[in-house]
C-alpha cells in the first residue's frame, strides 16, 4: 500500500537553530499538508499546499515557519528559528483531492528544541 | 468546520464488537463523516468515512443516523491492536483539510 514518508524520524536541535522537516508524499496525490501535535494534545493544522503554493494556513503558521516542494517527490517543512514551543510531533499528510479528500499521514516527525 | 461531540473514552473486550458513537448535530449536506484512527506514537490512519448511506470496509463499518445528525463506528472483533483514539472529523472534501478533535480514546482488554 503506498505510504507517506518523512525523515528525520526524531531531530533534537537548539533553540534559534533552523530545521528543515522532509516528507515524500504518495506519488500521485495532489495536496499536501502539514500537521503538528504536542505532547499529550490535539493534532493541529498547519499548512496546505496545492499547484504549488499555500492554499491554507492557520494562526500557527507564522513568519517562522515556510514550505517547499523543491521537485517533484519532496515537500519540505522548515522553521527558521526555532522556539522551546515548537517541540512537537509533526505529520505530513498528502491527498488526491477530490471526493471525500482522504488524507494519507506518515508516521510523524518529532522535534526536540532545547 | 462543523463539530462533532464524542465520549472521551471506551472500554471493550477483545473479539467482542465495539460502537463508538459521534454526534453532529449541525451537519450540513455537504459534510462528508469521516473516522480516523491514531495508535500510540503513530500518525493518523484513515478507518472509513460516508456521505449518507452506511458504509463497510475491511477495517470497520459506519452507520449514518437517517438524519445525518450522529453516526456509529463499529469495529466488529476489537483486538488489542484497535487501542487507539478514533476520531469523528466533518469537511466538505474537495481538497479542505481535516479539523481533529479530541476524540474516544479506546481501550481494549484481554
Known amino acids: 500500500e503506498p505510504e507517506v514518508t518523512q525523515t528525520p524520524s526524531h531531530q533534537v536541535t537548539q533553540m534559534g537553530q533552523e530545521v528543515i522537516l522532509r516528507c515524500v508524499p504518495i506519488?500521485?496525490?495532489?495536496?499536501f499538508y502539514w500537521y503538528r501535535q504536542i505532547l499529550g494534545q490535539k493534532v493541529e493544522f498547519l499548512v496546505s499546499?496545492?499547484?504549488?503554493?499555500?492554499?491554507?494556513k492557520s494562526e500557527i503558521f507564522d513568519d517562522q515557519f515556510s514550505v517547499e516542494r523543491p521537485d517533484g517527490s519532496n515537500f519540505t517543512l522548515k522553521i527558521r528559528s526555532t522556539k522551546l514551543e515548537d517541540s512537537a510531533m509533526y505529520f505530513c499528510?498528502?491527498?488526491?483531492?477530490?471526493?471525500?479528500?482522504?488524507?494519507?499521514f506518515g508516521a510523524g516527525s518529532r522535534l526536540t528544541v532545547l | 468546520d462543523a463539530k462533532t461531540t464524542q465520549p472521551n473514552s471506551m472500554e471493550s473486550n477483545e473479539e467482542e464488537p465495539v460502537h463508538l458513537p459521534c454526534n453532529h448535530s449541525?451537519?450540513?449536506?455537504?459534510?462528508?463523516i469521516h473516522w480516523y484512527r491514531q495508535l500510540p506514537s503513530q500518525g493518523p490512519e484513515y478507518v472509513i468515512h460516508?456521505?449518507?448511506s452506511n458504509v463497510n470496509n475491511r477495517m470497520a463499518s459506519l452507520a449514518i443516523a437517517e438524519d445525518r445528525k450522529s453516526s456509529t463506528l463499529i469495529l466488529h472483533r476489537a483486538t488489542l491492536r484497535d487501542a487507539a483514539v478514533y476520531y469523528c472529523?466533518?469537511?466538505?472534501?474537495?481538497?479542505?483539510?481535516?479539523?481533529f478533535g479530541t476524540g474516544t480514546r479506546l481501550q481494549v482488554t484481554l
Open positions: 499528510a498528502s491527498s488526491y483531492g477530490s471526493g471525500a479528500n482522504v488524507l494519507t
Open positions: 506519488s500521485n496525490h495532489l495536496y
Open positions: 499546499f496545492y499547484n504549488n503554493e499555500i492554499s491554507e
Open positions: 449541525t451537519i450540513s449536506g455537504t459534510d462528508y
Open positions: 460516508g456521505l449518507t
Open positions: 472529523i466533518l469537511n466538505t472534501g474537495t481538497a479542505s483539510k481535516l479539523t
